[in-house]
């Protein structure tokens, strides 16, 4: 099955700085990556997503890269602020059949004021 | 709307005993997840469903069952708890097609003693 990787696990920044996650998967079959948020005691929710058909997407202060032939994908966060202080989690699936998601062990991203 | 609800939001057992975790969606959402996550883990899918009256293993489904009687309900079952699963148990939903985002339930913190 699928395996994602995802470094580092924590992760201090100050704020107005970049901050940078990187994640690894397995299955060259994975055609979809995700990347969720988690704050302290709440739900994960999608932040931003990207297909394999496409190497980069922007969404303001965030933006992820794809590499499919490293197989490699990264969540880039332009001048953090404090309130992005959460867990991210980078996700891949196959998009097809269940459409199920395999996730990495996350980053605990730390916004220092 | 309510978008992804679960039933309880706490609960404590003793070793051995039972329960059921119930997931609601009210977005007419076709598929169904249901993950545990433990510190260091990320989320990993313990059984989905693809629609009404199917359900299918995930990576960890060893110790639980579930139920999709009827469209908009996932049920997970803990016949006799154990200390390890211990978690939170977070449920989600998704349309069914290809690059769609999963919605997150609020999430159930179980303790088994």
């Known amino acids: 099955g699928e395996n994602v990787e995802q470094h580092p696990s924590t992760l201090s920044v100050q704020e107005g700085d970049s901050a940078v996650i990187k994640c690894t998967y397995s299955d060259s079959a994975s055609n979809y990556f995700p990347w969720y948020k988690q704050e302290l005691g709440k739900r994960p929710q999608l932040i931003i997503d990207?297909?394999?058909?496409?190497g980069e997407k922007k969404d303001q202060r965030i933006a992820v890269t794809l590499n499919k032939t490293a197989k490699h994908f990264s969540l880039h966060i332009t001048e953090t602020q404090p309130e992005d202080s959460a867990v991210y989690f980078c996700?891949?699936?196959?998009?097809?059949?269940?459409?199920?998601?395999?996730f990495g062990k996350g980053t605990k991203l730390s916004v220092i004021p | 709307n309510a978008g992804v609800t679960q039933t309880p939001k706490f609960r404590v057992l003793k070793t051995g005993q039972s329960m059921t975790l119930l997931c609601a969606q009210d977005m007419n959402h076709e598929y169904m997840y249901w993950y545990r996550q433990d510190p260091g883990m990320g989320l990993r899918l313990i059984h989905y469903?693809?629609?009404?009256?199917?359900?299918a293993k995930g990576e960890v489904p060893d110790g639980y069952n579930v139920s999709r009687l009827k469209k908009q309900n996932f049920l997970l079952g803990l016949e006799s708890a154990a200390p390890s699963q211990t978690s939170v148990y977070f449920c989600?939903?998704?349309?069914?097609?290809?690059?769609?985002?999963?919605?997150f339930g609020p999430g159930t913190r179980l303790t088994v003693l």
């Open positions: 990207i297909r394999s058909n496409v």
């Open positions: 469903s693809v629609g009404e009256g199917t359900t």
């Open positions: 996700a891949a699936s196959k998009g097809a059949g269940s459409y199920q998601l395999t």
């Open positions: 989600a939903s998704s349309p069914g097609q290809a690059y769609n985002e999963q919605f």
